[in-house]
């Protein structure tokens, strides 16, 4: 299987259950995080949520595995930021204008998305509400996921994955594309405490944060979840193609 074998035992349910707390011990739960995770706060365990607390119902989200990320959207690219500029959308239902800010994009590569090179994105005006603040002199290289609206615009917030490109493991430059797409028929699901399992074989169980106390841990920066010939889902490490032996194995 993988090196996660040692964190997980399978009950005879097939649940996996995390048994006990390793890869640094319960002292983890504590560890500061890293000042390279996610652009957003996280909160609590289970909720991340976007700006200010008493923005909280109005922009919230849960924290993403990248491949999660990747199947959840309409786009997935690798781009630059040329241009930055608030604009006008149109008016909300009383009147008064929506603005935006609308990023102007140099597009390097696109792993998932319409036809056609995209050269615009649009985001909130302020991280308030969730808006995505992203450097605008073309030098830097990001990582961009989103979805776009009825009028195939893409639009980006801080809920969705977006990292600078440098910042990305290989593995996950890797996975862009093919390898996430693979995993896209199963789901991973987060740890947010433990005990906690998984109630479906087509789930990974995804423990970052209760072993590493970070979002961006293990798992996130080196492993996939992939769908094997039994219609079960496991995680697998690493950027090679898994070999046949994973795919047909089968748990006991």
């Known amino acids: 299987m993988s090196d996660l074998n040692n964190e997980a035992m399978m009950t005879k349910s097939g649940q996996k259950v995390i048994s006990r707390l390793e890869m640094g011990g319960a ?22 949520l976007c ?34 500029k608030e604009v006008v959308t149109g008016n909300d239902a009383y009147g008064y204008p929506i603005k935006m800010i609308q990023y102007d ?35 830097k290289e990001y990582l961009i996921t989103g979805n776009l609206d009825s009028n195939g615009t893409l639009r980006i917030n801080l809920c969705d994955y977006i990292e600078s490109w440098e910042t990305l493991s290989m593995t996950q430059k890797k996975s862009l594309g093919q390898r996430y797409q693979m995993g896209c028929d199963c789901k991973v699901v987060q740890c947010p405490m433990i005990p906690c399992s998984i109630n479906d074989p087509a789930e990974c169980l995804w ?46």
Not at 27 to 48: E, F, G, I, P
Not at 115 to 124: K, L, M, S, Y
Not at 220 to 229: D, E, G, M, Y
Request: with cysteine; hydrophobic share 30%; proline share 5%.
């Open 27 to 48: 002292q983890m739960l504590n560890k500061k995080q890293d000042h390279s995770d996610r652009a957003y706060t996280v909160l609590t365990v289970s909720s991340v």
């Open 51 to 84: 700006g200010a607390a008493e923005f909280a119902e109005a922009c919230s989200c849960s924290p993403e595995h990248p491949q999660q990320a990747y199947c959840n959207a309409d786009v997935v690219i690798r781009a630059k930021v040329v241009g930055r």
């Open 105 to 139: 994009i140099k597009q390097i590569k696109m792993f998932k998305g319409p036809d056609g090179e995209i050269d615009t994105i649009f985001t909130g005006p302020s991280s308030a509400l969730c808006g995505v603040n992203l450097e605008s002199n073309g030098k």
């Open 207 to 252: 423990t970052d944060w209760v072993l590493e106390g970070t979002v961006q841990g293990t798992q996130a920066q080196h492993f996939t979840c992939i769908k094997r010939s039994d219609n079960s889902c496991a995680w697998y490490r690493g950027s090679a193609p898994p070999k046949k032996e994973f795919m047909d194995i089968e748990d006991p």
